[in-house]
């Protein structure tokens, strides 16, 4: 089995981002097409994670006005979620109409049989395999590719094949962009510069207990000598030079003797900020060779000047006009956007909550952050919807989403994470949030005219995460696997102390169990057939009577066989078991990459305190229309042959739903 260091095992999968810019796609024109069409117009907004029971109740307390009125002239229901609810398996099921048998995403990490080593699950990177060396130089010959690994086709490449335009704003999981002529903005799964899921940058002279990296960004410690700090910004691997070291961009920054303000000087600009103040966007170019260089763009945060000097800087986002790897088509609509609003956030999971989670930035920084993502996505919700003439337009809001994981425990007084002195200060950051997502219904209801169709739909509902249950330790008290060496029990992550010779199932993922296969594990041991079955049914009975030793709780409603519950081409690639987690319970956070710690359950001490990926019953998303609602309960995949419906298209045989209208 290959060994990894640490780093490079948080960067699984993720690589090759700098070799992506290079091959520098060519733009191409924005063709006009699909105005034949008819008069109808659709008008999808998706909120990530808006819940059903909690935009119930603040609707009925008449705090969301615009989804009340939406209720009364079509409909509102509870809607079905993925099996498991977690956002590239739920958004997946909405664009193909498949369910995960058909689209293959299972679980936002996937793992490979043969090594039992992760990958992400829905994106594949490869470098480029030809290249020639000169001296240091290494010059690729072709560029290196990125896949999107979902199956079975989007509805807006159906709706193109009968000449309907569509608009599909930041749709989760289309990264990188599935094939079309539509204007689409690729979503979440789009990484920052580095390729990674976001890497903050963090300057201190504070001595701090914090790691030097910590797996969504990395602290730089830094000294004032003379009032001026000298730092360095990393940016993307150099594909050009071997070994592709980090390149790097150095810059300074000048502290004011006397007022809580610096200046900051990177690259061909100089900017001050305030103590407490955040840059606009700042472009970046990090150097490849004399003719190349990457472009990003990133903001700066002047946390505090003294006594201990603070600098943030937000992970570098791809820049939109001159993207390092393909985040729009066409090509162009990305730099479109980028000439009409100036620098935006590309990357999926805008906000930083790692940095939140680690304590560099704190909740009111946070918001602040968030807000400004929230400001961009109003404008440019304004700018479509005012020229929206025809067929669809899909826009999608991350903050619904991120603001709930990172601030449910103050609606919680059970959680571990409880804090009476922030409740009183943030307390109500949930319920601003649906606000604003009432606030942007709004918007559409007096843009729209009364011919247009809205819908208002999000991928899953919430819960409370206060305890964390990590299922490999349980599989190992259960005698299910077996280690090498027990006294190091804990220590390793990706399973590196594992007897794969005696172990009969292990979990990778948020959801996903496996089984050691025969002939399809490296060191399978269960055969295939009845004996897997058997084995199956065991695990299931057994997860389903587990207990929390602390309270007596139930911890997983339903341990779901996949081989029942699936349907389609990419069944056989499943895993076995996915485990329904009950409110307040989540898999632990070492569980997903294969780490078994020595306790089966923990309180959860992060502040990410909310979650989804539980059993799909108990956190279902919502559906309002302004058309009637006719099926009882309606689920993500039955929206897609809804849609295609709408504008008289058959439903493909392959799809799994059932129109709701
Ligand atoms: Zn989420």
């Known amino acids: 089995m290959p060994n990894i260091n640490r780093r490079e095992f948080l960067k699984l999968g993720l690589s090759a981002g700098s070799l992506l810019a290079l091959g520098s796609p060519s733009d191409l024109v924005t063709k006009v097409f699909g105005k034949a069409d008819t008069h109808t117009k659709v008008l999808i907004l998706g909120f990530d ?13 008449g705090k969301l006005p615009a989804f009340e009125r939406l209720r009364n002239r079509g409909g509102f229901t509870p809607l079905q979620t993925s099996l498991p609810p977690q956002s590239p398996v739920a958004w997946s099921n909405f664009i193909t109409g498949l369910n995960p048998g058909g689209h293959g995403i299972f679980d936002f990490i996937h793992r490979t049989p043969e090594y039992y080593l992760p990958t992400f699950s829905s994106t594949k990177t490869s470098d480029s395999t030809k290249t020639i060396s000169i001296g240091n130089l290494v010059l690729p010959l072709s560029g290196g590719t990125i896949e999107n690994m979902m199956q079975g086709r989007a509805f807006w490449q159906i709706l193109e094949d009968h000449d309907i335009p569509a608009t599909i704003f930041k749709m989760p999981s289309n990264f990188p962009p599935v094939e079309t002529k539509q204007k689409t903005l690729s979503g979440m799964g789009t990484p920052d510069i580095t390729g990674s899921l976001g890497e903050f940058n963090y300057y201190t002279t504070e001595v701090t207990e914090l790691q030097e990296d910590l797996g969504g960004g990395e602290i730089h410690e830094v000294y004032v000598i003379g009032n001026r700090v000298e730092a360095k910004l990393p940016g993307p691997e150099n594909a050009f030079k071997k070994n592709q070291p980090e390149s790097s961009i150095d810059f300074k920054v000048f502290i004011d003797p006397v007022h809580p303000l610096a200046k900051i000087v990177i690259q061909d600009q100089e900017f001050i900020l305030q103590e407490k103040e955040w840059s606009r966007w700042r472009r970046v170019r990090f150097p490849m060779i004399p003719t190349q260089s990457v472009s990003g763009i990133c903001m700066f945060y002047l946390k505090q000047v003294r006594p201990d000097f603070k600098l943030y800087i937000s992970p570098i986002n791809i820049d939109p006009a ?5 985040i729009s088509t066409p090509a162009s609509y990305a730099k479109e956007l980028e000439k009409e609003f100036g620098p935006f956030y590309t990357k999926g999971l805008p906000a930083d909550f790692k940095a939140m989670s680690n304590g560099i930035l704190d909740e009111e920084e946070y918001l602040a952050q968030d807000d400004t993502i929230l400001e961009e996505r109003k ?17 999608y809001v991350s903050s619904t989403d991120q603001r709930q994981h990172m601030f449910w425990r103050f609606l919680d007084p059970q959680s571990p994470m409880y804090d009476p002195a922030l409740v009183h200060k943030h307390g109500t950051a949930i319920e601003d949030i649906y606000r604003e997502a009432d606030n942007m219904l709004d918007m559409a209801m007096s843009k729209a005219d009364k011919d247009t169709i809205i819908m208002v739909m999000s991928d899953h509902g919430f819960t409370p995460f206060r305890r964390t249950f990590n299922i490999n330790s349980w599989l190992k008290e259960n005698g299910y696997i077996r280690l090498i060496n027990n006294r190091r029990q804990g220590q390793e992550e990706a399973f590196m102390n594992t007897d794969w010779s005696r172990t009969k199932a292990y979990s990778y993922g948020l959801n996903s169990l496996y089984i050691n296969l025969r002939g399809r594990e490296g060191e399978g041991i269960v055969n295939p057939g009845a004996e897997k079955e058997a084995l199956v049914r065991e695990i299931v009975q057994k997860l389903e009577k587990v207990a929390d030793p602390k309270t007596g709780e139930r911890v997983i409603t339903k341990a779901y066989i996949t081989q029942e519950d699936y349907l389609g081409s990419q069944k056989e690639k499943a895993p076995e078991i996915i485990v329904g987690y009950n409110r307040g319970f989540r898999t632990s956070w070492s569980a997903p990459l294969g780490r078994i710690t020595k306790e089966v359950f923990a309180d959860n001490m992060d502040k990410w305190s909310g979650d989804h990926c539980m059993d799909p019953a108990v956190c279902p998303g919502i559906l309002f229309s302004s058309e009637k609602i006719r099926s009882d309960s309606p689920a993500l995949f039955d929206l897609t042959p809804t849609i295609l419906s709408l504008f008289g298209i058959e439903k493909p045989d392959n799809m799994v739903g059932k129109k709701i209208f």
């Open 49 to 61: 994670g808006m819940d059903a029971h909690l935009t119930n109740i603040w609707m009925n307390q």
């Open 322 to 326: 001159a993207p390092a790897m393909p």
């Open 379 to 395: 404008a440019m919700f304004e700018y479509e919807l005012s020229r929206f003439d025809s067929g669809l337009l899909f826009y």
